[in-house]
C-alpha cells in the first residue's frame, strides 16, 4: 500500500543546489529506513544516503558526504535531500526506497521503491 514519488530534479550547474522531495503514502509502521539511492547511464544503482524514521539516525555515502543532507518531515510523510555544492559526477537518476530491514546501506532491504527522478548537473 506504500507509495513513493520523487520529485525536484532538474538541470543545474556545477556548485549549486537541488532539493529533491520523496512523497510518500501509506503508513509508517512498516517504515524502518527511507533511502536515496542513485543510478547513472551504464552504471549500477548506489547508496546515497538514508534516515532512520524513527529517530532520524542518518547514513551517507563517503561521496556526498558534508554536501547532502537528508531531512524528515514527518507529519507531510516526506523525506527530502537537499544537495549542495553539485559536481558533474552527481548526474544521476536519484529514487527513494523505503527499508523494513536493518541494513541501512544494502540496496536489497529496500522493497519499496519510487519512479525516479533526473538530477543533471553540467560542469
Known amino acids: 500500500q506504500v507509495h513513493l514519488a520523487e520529485s525536484g530534479g532538474g538541470l543545474v550547474q556545477a556548485g549549486g543546489s537541488l532539493r529533491l522531495s520523496c512523497a510518500a503514502s501509506?503508513?509508517?509502521?512498516?517504515?524502518?529506513?527511507m533511502g536515496w539511492f542513485r543510478q547513472a547511464p551504464g552504471k549500477e544503482r548506489g547508496f546515497v544516503g538514508a534516515?532512520?524514521?524513527?529517530?532520524?539516525?542518518?547514513y551517507y555515502a563517503d561521496s556526498v558526504k558534508g554536501r547532502f543532507t537528508i531531512s524528515r518531515d514527518l507529519a507531510k510523510n516526506t523525506m527530502y535531500l537537499q544537495m549542495d555544492s553539485l559536481k558533474p559526477e552527481d548526474t544521476a537518476v536519484y529514487y527513494c526506497?523505503?527499508?523494513?530491514?536493518?541494513?541501512?546501506?544494502?540496496?536489497?532491504?529496500?522493497?519499496?521503491w519510487g519512479q525516479g527522478t533526473q538530477v543533471t548537473v553540467s560542469a
Open positions: 501509506g503508513g509508517t509502521s512498516g517504515r524502518y529506513y
Open positions: 526506497a523505503q527499508s523494513g530491514d536493518i541494513l541501512a546501506t544494502m540496496e536489497r532491504s529496500y522493497s519499496i
Open positions: 534516515v532512520r524514521w524513527r529517530g532520524g539516525n542518518t
